[in-house]
């Protein structure tokens, strides 16, 4: 069964830093691309970053691009996403996803998701 | 800024029809933006119902299905059930290398 979880969502200052895990199961973790989503309290959802199977290729949405940077390290199943100088407007439940065809570029959408953790930015 | 549009609201009769879309504000959608579709219900993580405009995600029904209609992305239902009472987005694919969600449309099955 594919699983993802995701980890390490906290509350955290303005301006503060955070790293988000997503641990995967089930499938060969190092042939898919990769996304992070967010969705605020009571909002939609957003796409936040990728990244390819072989981590070559990353990309990220405009509101989150300078501060987050998107890694993974296919020994440990593992996808990170590194938040820094964390805003107010950052606050969201953040969901990892994995794309659904191996070894695709970034045009693969988000296929099977986790239950997301959540990151408050609060002063 | 790329906006993505969707119908705010829709509402379908138990057993009936319905077509939701996914516009650019500028723009055309075609296949080359691989429109992709999403259910979600309140406070659950979202499920993939098609990607790549009308590939079916695993289990997922065939009373859903993809489609391009016109300058638009669609996601039809057929025989709508209640538990399809919920909100949808779809997501597009933009040429720059990053994807963009529309705003999600609220189902009522009444």
């Known amino acids: 069964e594919v699983q993802l979880v995701e980890s390490g969502g906290v509350v955290v200052h303005p301006g503060g830093s955070l790293r988000l895990s997503c641990a995967v199961s089930g499938f060969n973790f190092d042939a898919y691309t990769m996304h992070w989503v967010r969705q605020a309290p009571g909002k939609g959802l957003e796409w936040v970053s990728l990244?390819?199977?072989?981590?070559?290729?990353?990309n990220y949405a405009l509101s989150v691009r300078g501060r987050f940077t998107i890694s993974r390290d296919n020994s440990k199943n593992s996808l990170y996403l590194h938040m820094n100088s964390l805003r107010t407007e950052d606050t969201a439940l953040y969901f990892c996803?994995?794309?659904?065809?191996?070894?695709?570029?970034?045009?693969?959408?988000?296929?099977?998701w986790g239950q997301g953790t959540t990151v408050t930015v609060s002063s | 800024q790329t906006v993505v549009t969707q119908e705010a609201s829709f509402s379908v009769s138990p057993g009936g029809t319905v077509t939701l879309t996914c516009a650019l504000a500028?723009?055309?959608?075609?296949?080359?933006?691989?429109p992709s579709w999403y259910q979600q219900t309140p406070g659950q993580a979202p499920r993939t119902l098609i990607y790549?405009?009308?590939t079916r995600s695993s289990g997922v029904p065939d009373r859903f299905s993809g489609s391009i209609l016109g300058n638009k992305a669609a996601l039809t239902i057929t025989g709508a059930q209640a538990d399809d009472e919920s909100d949808y987005y779809c997501?597009?694919?933009?040429?720059?290398?990053?994807?963009?969600f529309g705003g999600g449309t609220r189902l009522t099955v009444l």
């Open positions: 996803a994995k794309a659904p065809t191996s070894y695709s570029g970034s045009w693969v959408p988000m296929d099977v």
């Open positions: 500028s723009g055309s959608v075609s296949a080359g933006y691989y």
């Open positions: 790549s405009t009308n």
């Open positions: 990244i390819s199977w072989d981590a070559v290729r990353t």
């Open positions: 997501v597009l694919y933009m040429p720059s290398g990053f994807w963009v």
